[in-house]
């Protein structure tokens, strides 16, 4: 149903500013997103800008490359997992940024027309010791496609503020 | 010099269809990319469409942050990163793809007007044992800063065919 799907797309896109803090990451806690299709012109148009390599900008020379037709960046696929993250966790959530990534894999193209969505869990909750405002959380995001095929993992890091204490009335 | 920076830009934005193969990745092997200036509205551009937490699209939010003004997400220096790598090894190459990144971490913000390079050192070159036609390599890339900080680190991997064996005349 099209217009479920756009429906769907333009609600995970426009989160709430709702506040997720550093005790709201549970280990052993799974969680998913909503869902974005990726289209050829978003595909066209991410790699011409970044990542130029024929088979993600040239259809024809796609078709005869191993991949049998257009595949979107790797880096596109990652930059779409971010999308459907920040809707999941909202942005006025506690996030300080990102230390960065660890094993980054993309394991199958993603094409013109596939559906992607992403299942996190979280892996581990750190408090800092240096810092007691915050913690870092280490979570687990699988990105998959509408035939339930793993298309990307990795495991991301985040420093998040602690929830702010509230003065006893 | 603007416009020499403006050109540089360019030129690193217009690679020749050169090819690199697997035996042109020698482990110790080290070289640098061009460089790319970093705008404002780019910088808003690609956090609206995929990672809008404040600090990275709205200028008076970002100013109360911890990073105290408007910085690029880390998808957004990512995703230059392989710009700046797609243009230094051609749009003809060997490459197959890549199955991922190890250890990617944002170390520094990069802000608007920066200007960012890459060192990319070769690490590893393995030959495929299952599919003689290619190889798999392990590079380092370290982005630096106008100012020679590292803004960001990563282990990239490549899939790269061998070269062709040429037929004895």
């Keep these: 149903m099209p217009n479920e799907r756009i429906a769907e797309v333009k609600r995970v896109y426009n989160p709430r500013p709702v506040s997720m803090f550093f005790e709201d990451f549970r280990p052993g806690d799974e969680t998913g997103t909503g869902s974005?299709?990726?289209?050829k012109e978003e595909i066209?148009?991410?790699a011409r800008q970044f990542?130029?390599?024929p088979f993600h900008v040239d259809e024809e020379a796609a078709r005869q490359s191993p991949y049998g037709g257009l595949i979107a960046s790797g880096w596109h696929t990652?930059?779409?997992c971010m999308r459907l993250?920040?809707?999941l966790l909202g942005t006025g959530s506690g996030?300080?940024?990102s230390p960065g990534v660890d094993e980054l894999r993309w394991l199958k193209p993603v094409r013109p027309g596939d559906e992607l969505s992403v299942r996190v869990e979280v892996l581990e909750a750190i408090p800092s010791r240096s810092k007691p405002d915050r913690g870092l959380v280490k979570l687990r995001y699988t990105m998959r496609n509408q035939n339930g095929e793993d298309v990307m993992t990795m495991i991301a890091l985040g420093l998040v503020l602690r929830r702010p204490e509230v003065e006893p009335t």
């Design 36 to 39: 974005v299709i990726v289209t």
């Design 44 to 46: 066209l148009s991410f």
């Design 85 to 87: 993250i920040v809707a």
């Design 51 to 53: 990542d130029p390599q």
């Design 78 to 80: 990652a930059a779409l």
């Design 95 to 97: 996030s300080l940024g």
